[in-house]
Every structure is written in structure tokens, then in C-alpha cells.
């Protein structure tokens, strides 16, 4: 009998704040016909991700805390097992790792675990790099350079942030450390879908020229300096207090935040407000109704450099509306 085909596989990775959230949003919101089912890793003890993803009808899987290429890697392949039961349900699986993620171990999941690697295959590794932060991040980050290295699709996003010549640099920086992946350009990873998805273009070959013992089980290292805090609040957030207190701390401790996240519960709005940054720059805006049944428990994830948990929960408890 032949076997049954393997389920493709897309790796989504890319530094903090590249745009992951927002390509995979697409992903799942476009008229595609096609069904995924999606794993989201992330860096913090409260599960903001989950949350910043538009309700569709695939199923997400939220792993958290820990870095998803070791302390999560056995759930990683029991979620992979567990949809592999239900595979007439969905036509691919999307993997979107925590942007502090080095994607080697993630992609040798799929080679060094014999019933993963029977039932699901490894299509492509997608990278997200911001244009605007990427040559610092490249300075500072091993797993930024790695991430370009080991990618076959790269999405430039944000190149509306930068002038010509710098996106240049930032092109030329990109080729010299992978010249092979296909590389699109975008503003808000506007890009055709089938030029990230289902490709077949992992090439287990290049990888091995890129780091011979990919497929052996080694240790790797992590930045011990990166840390996140995150705090809660069942309280409602007033905005008036909360606006001005964020816009202050990122003026001032902007370089040290790498990302911060967030969905807030405003009092008397029936909306859920989601603020989302990288170092200095804010965005923030109304996503959706709050569900019948969900607490409306405000939460705010920061993820960077020599944060002060204690001040930062004291500066965000002070956003909170008091009871009279």
C-alpha cells in the first residue's frame, strides 16, 4: 500500500516585532479555500498571541513559556502527533515561533523524530525581518542572524520606514548572510500567499552546508539577558492614565524593550483595546467585542533588557480604575 502524502509544514519565524502576527493573520482571514491548523509558541508566562489572532474557524495551539527548539520541544511533537489523528480536518499545519527563537532545532524536529517525520514534512521556513530594527538586532542577536540564515521565504516588511538608502543596507546585510531565499519587500506583509505557503522549498541540503550538525541533537545557547514581565489586571485600564504612562516609559527605557504586547479592557467600552510595540514605537487600536463569557482581564506582556518587574507592575496598577 502507498503511504499517505505528509502534511506540509510552514515554520513562521522573525525577531520580536517583525510582523508574524500579521502575515499569519492573513493567513487565516484571506479567501484561500485552503485549512490550517496553528501552533503558536511564545516568550512570557501569560499568552498574549493567542489572543492577537483573529477568530477563524482553524484551531490554535498556544505554548508558552520556553523557547520552542527545547523546554516546549516534546510538546511541540505531542501537538503534531495529536493533529496528525485529525488530519482530514485541515490541509497544513503553521508553526509561528516566539520571535526569540533560533529555527534550526525547530526544523529538526522534523527529521530527528521518526513519527513526525513520517506523517509531516517540512515545506519552508518563513522569515519576517523589520527593516527599520533589523541591523541592530543583527548586532546584538544570534538568533536574528540565524533566522536570516535559515530561511527560504524572507519577507523585508516595514520598508515604508526607511529611506532608500538604508533599505539598501539592509538588502545587501540580508544577501550577505543568505543569498538564496526568495526575498519579497512588503508594508504589512502584504504578499501573495502562495509565495509563502506550500512551496516545497526546504532544502535539507543548504541547511547541512550552514551548520553540518543540524541533524544531531546539540545544545545551543540562549540570551540570558532577555527577559519578560507580565502583568495583569482585573481592574478596568483607564486610557487617560494608561496612554501617557507607555509613551513615557518607552521614551525613556525604549532601546532595552524589544516588544510589548498587550490586550486591555477600557472601562464602559464594549471593545477590546490591543497595544502592541517595538522599543519606541506604538501602535494600538480597538480589535474586537469582548465575548459574553470572557473575563474582561487586561493583560500586558514586555519583553527586552534590564526591565524592573516591580515598576512596571506598580506603573500599570496605577492605570487601573479604582472602585469608589
Same mark, same amino acid.
Given at each position: 500500500?502507498?503511504?499517505?502524502?505528509?502534511?506540509?509544514?510552514?515554520?513562521?519565524?522573525?525577531?520580536?516585532? #517583525?510582523?508574524?502576527?500579521?502575515?499569519?493573520?492573513? &493567513?487565516?482571514?484571506? *479567501? +484561500?479555500?485552503?485549512?490550517?491548523?496553528?501552533?503558536? *509558541?511564545?516568550?512570557?508566562? @501569560?499568552?498574549?498571541?493567542?489572543?492577537? &489572532? =483573529?477568530?477563524?474557524?482553524?484551531?490554535?495551539?498556544?505554548?508558552?513559556?520556553?523557547? /520552542?527548539?527545547?523546554?516546549?520541544?516534546?510538546?511541540?511533537?505531542? /501537538? &503534531?502527533?495529536?493533529?496528525? !489523528?485529525?488530519?482530514?480536518?485541515?490541509? #497544513?499545519?503553521?508553526?509561528?515561533?516566539?520571535?526569540?527563537?533560533?529555527?534550526?532545532?525547530?526544523?529538526?524536529?522534523?527529521? $530527528?523524530?521518526?513519527?513526525?517525520?513520517?506523517?509531516?514534512?517540512?515545506?519552508?521556513?518563513?522569515? =519576517?525581518?523589520?527593516?527599520?530594527?533589523?541591523?541592530?538586532?543583527?548586532?546584538?542577536?544570534?538568533?536574528?542572524?540565524?533566522?536570516?540564515?535559515?530561511?527560504?521565504?524572507?519577507?523585508?516588511? !516595514?520598508?515604508?520606514?526607511?529611506?532608500?538608502?538604508?533599505?539598501?543596507?539592509?538588502?545587501?546585510?540580508?544577501?550577505? @548572510?543568505?543569498?538564496? #531565499?526568495?526575498? +519579497?519587500?512588503?508594508? *504589512?506583509?502584504?504578499?501573495?500567499?502562495?509565495?509563502?505557503?506550500?512551496?516545497?522549498?526546504?532544502?535539507?541540503?543548504? @541547511?547541512?552546508?550552514?551548520?553540518?550538525?543540524?541533524?544531531?541533537?546539540?545544545?545551543?545557547? +540562549?540570551?540570558?539577558? /532577555?527577559?519578560?514581565?507580565?502583568?495583569?489586571?482585573?481592574?478596568?485600564?483607564?486610557?487617560?492614565?494608561?496612554?501617557?504612562?507607555?509613551?513615557?516609559?518607552?521614551?525613556?527605557?525604549?532601546?532595552?524593550?524589544?516588544?510589548? !504586547?498587550?490586550?486591555?479592557?477600557?472601562?464602559?467600552?464594549?471593545?477590546?483595546? $490591543?497595544?502592541?510595540? $517595538? +522599543?519606541?514605537?506604538?501602535?494600538? *487600536?480597538?480589535?474586537?467585542?469582548? !465575548?459574553?463569557?470572557?473575563?474582561?482581564?487586561?493583560?500586558?506582556?514586555?519583553?527586552?533588557?534590564?526591565?524592573?518587574?516591580?515598576?512596571?507592575?506598580?506603573?500599570?496598577?496605577?492605570?487601573?480604575?479604582?472602585?469608589?
Amino acid at each position: 500500500m502507498a503511504s499517505s502524502p505528509t502534511i506540509p509544514v510552514t515554520v513562521l519565524t522573525g525577531y520580536l516585532g #517583525a510582523g508574524k502576527t500579521t502575515l499569519l493573520n492573513r &493567513i487565516l482571514s484571506e *479567501n +484561500h479555500g485552503r485549512r490550517y491548523a496553528v501552533i503558536v *509558541n511564545e516568550f512570557g508566562e @501569560i499568552g498574549i498571541d493567542n489572543d492577537l &489572532i =483573529v477568530d477563524a474557524d482553524e484551531e490554535v495551539f498556544e505554548m508558552n513559556n520556553g523557547c /520552542i527548539c527545547c523546554t516546549v520541544r516534546g510538546d511541540l511533537i505531542r /501537538i &503534531i502527533e495529536g493533529l496528525m !489523528k485529525r488530519r482530514g480536518t485541515f490541509d #497544513a499545519i503553521v508553526i509561528e515561533t516566539t520571535g526569540l527563537a533560533d529555527p534550526a532545532p525547530v526544523a529538526q524536529t522534523f527529521f $530527528v523524530d521518526d513519527d513526525v517525520r513520517a506523517r509531516a514534512s517540512l515545506d519552508a521556513i518563513v522569515t =519576517v525581518v523589520d527593516a527599520r530594527h533589523i541591523l541592530l538586532r543583527l548586532e546584538d542577536s544570534h538568533e536574528a542572524e540565524e533566522q536570516i540564515a535559515f530561511a527560504d521565504v524572507i519577507l523585508l516588511n !516595514k520598508t515604508d520606514l526607511v529611506d532608500a538608502g538604508d533599505l539598501a543596507q539592509v538588502r545587501h546585510r540580508i544577501r550577505s @548572510i543568505n543569498g538564496q #531565499a526568495t526575498l +519579497h519587500e512588503t508594508q *504589512n506583509c502584504v504578499v501573495p500567499l502562495e509565495a509563502v505557503l506550500e512551496r516545497g522549498a526546504f532544502d535539507l541540503d543548504r @541547511i547541512l552546508d550552514i551548520e553540518p550538525d543540524f541533524l544531531s541533537e546539540d545544545d545551543h545557547e +540562549h540570551d540570558d539577558a /532577555i527577559t519578560s514581565v507580565s502583568l495583569r489586571s482585573e481592574a478596568p485600564i483607564r486610557p487617560e492614565l494608561f496612554m501617557p504612562w507607555l509613551r513615557t516609559l518607552t521614551a525613556a527605557q525604549g532601546q532595552d524593550i524589544l516588544r510589548l !504586547k498587550g490586550v486591555l479592557a477600557f472601562p464602559g467600552e464594549e471593545q477590546r483595546y $490591543v497595544v502592541q510595540g $517595538v +522599543h519606541m514605537l506604538l501602535d494600538g *487600536n480597538y480589535q474586537r467585542e469582548w !465575548k459574553p463569557e470572557e473575563p474582561r482581564t487586561s493583560r500586558l506582556v514586555f519583553i527586552g533588557r534590564n526591565l524592573d518587574p516591580a515598576a512596571l507592575q506598580a506603573g500599570f496598577d496605577d492605570c487601573a480604575a479604582r472602585a469608589a
